[in-house]
Each structure stands twice: as C-alpha cells, then as structure tokens.
C-alpha cells in the first residue's frame, strides 16, 4: 500500500554525509504536500524528526536536515555518528487515498 | 508535556474484535484544531496510518480499512478509542496512538507518539 519509496538501506562511515531519498507521485508530494521525517530506534515508537520538509523540531540536531522537491523529498545527516544508526521513515498526505501514508522505511548503518 | 499511552489485550483470536484505548495528558480533544490518530506497525514494516479523530469530531479512515474501523472520543477521560472487527493473522502490529500536530496550512504529522502496544493475533 505504500505509496511513498525509500531505499531499503544506507550506510555510511562516521563523520560522513548520507542522503535519504523519498519517492512520492502527483497525489502527493507532487500535489504540494509537505514530507515529514521520523526516526525509529528496535523497539521503541518513531519519533519526529522534520516536519513541514525542513524544519527540525526542538532538540533534534542540526546535522539532520531535510528537503523537499517536486515529487521527491531528501533527508540528509552530515557528520555521521554510531547514535544515528535507526530506521527513518517519511510521511506525507495523499490526495488519492483519502489519507496519510508513511515511505518504506530506510536503516541507516554506520 | 505531551504523553500518550496506549493499552488494551495482547493476544485476540482470529475473528475477533479488538478495542484499544488511548489515554493522552497534556492537551485537550476539546482544544480547536487537536487530533489524535492511530498506526500500526507490522513486524519488520513501515507505519501504517489507520484513524484519526478531531476535536470536533470529525473522523478519518485508512480508506482500505474503514469498513472495520471506528475510533471515538471521551474526551471527559482523555481518552481515544480504537474498534478493529474480524481480526486477522495479518493484523499483527504493534498499535500506537499519536497526537496529530498541525501548523495551518501545512500537512499533519504525528507528535508524540505513544509507547505503543503489540497486539498478536493468533489462535
């Protein structure tokens, strides 16, 4: 059911700078929707990374930053460390479903 | 400070029907704009949005589940509840309920999000 594609691992060595994609279509990133971001550690409940595809909520670093185009959205961390090691999923509205829907998930390794 | 807990059984039977509860503190259902949702997580999956209810109550369905779903408001109690019927192998997840936080204009997203509670569905 997911509409919303994410590539199913990243990795990268400490210190370093990833990417994270997030594919949508039309009826959703495309139609103007904005893309949040979450991060989830093994069994705990997600947490809210950036919201309104930029803005980091209070606390969370500034190495975690988050854009947004067209029918795609990123998220970036710069200066990589062990603690970033989670699941990252991203979240958006979508026009067609009638509802909310969350991307495929992406484990960032380092 | 926002807090969210989620609570009902841990092990339904095929068939049957699951109720869960989500008790909130630190907002109120009553307050213009405030929401609270649910979204499941299977084992090893993404989040899948479920329900979502408005202080007005206004309600919301995952349009594949909405012919089993209903979520409700007691907002005396602070508290969401979430109705699944003819429960699945497949239902297996774990449930969190999560405040929806909106800025106008801008698209909804989930903050906080409760512990969670995993629900097996097995006979």
């Known amino acids: 059911q997911s509409v919303l594609t994410q590539p199913p691992s990243v990795a990268g060595a400490p210190g370093q700078r990833i990417t994270i994609s997030c594919t949508g279509s039309?009826?959703?990133?495309?139609?103007?929707?904005?893309v949040h971001w979450y991060q989830q550690f093994p069994g705990v409940a997600p947490k809210l990374l950036i919201y309104?595809?930029?803005n980091r909520p209070s606390g969370v670093p500034d190495r975690f930053s988050g854009s947004k185009s067209g029918t795609s959205a990123s998220l970036a961390i710069t200066g990589l460390q062990a603690e970033d090691e989670a699941d990252y999923y991203c979240?958006?509205?979508?026009?067609?479903?009638?509802?909310?829907?969350f991307g495929t998930g992406t484990k960032v390794t380092v | 400070q926002v807090t969210l807990k989620e609570s009902g059984p841990t092990l339904v039977r095929p068939t049957q029907t699951l109720t869960l509860t989500c008790t909130f503190s630190?907002?109120?259902?009553?307050?213009?704009?405030?929401?609270v949702g649910w979204i499941r997580q299977a084992p090893g999956k993404a989040p899948e949005w479920l329900a979502l209810?408005?202080?007005?109550?206004?309600?919301r369905y995952n349009p594949f589940l909405k012919d089993r779903l209903t979520i409700a408001k007691d907002t005396s109690k602070n508290q969401v509840v979430l109705t699944m019927t003819n429960l699945d192998l497949v239902d297996t997840a774990t449930y969190f309920c999560?405040?929806?936080?909106?800025?106008?204009?801008?698209?909804?997203?989930?903050?906080?999000w409760g512990q969670g509670i995993l629900v097996t569905v097995s006979s």
């Open positions: 999560a405040r929806r936080s909106v800025v106008v204009g801008a698209t909804d997203w989930f903050d906080p």
């Open positions: 630190g907002f109120s259902l009553t307050t213009r704009g405030v929401g």
């Open positions: 209810i408005y202080w007005d109550n206004d309600k």
């Open positions: 039309s009826s959703n990133l495309g139609a103007g929707f904005d």
């Open positions: 309104g595809n930029t």
């Open positions: 979240q958006t509205y979508d026009s067609s479903l009638r509802g909310y829907v």
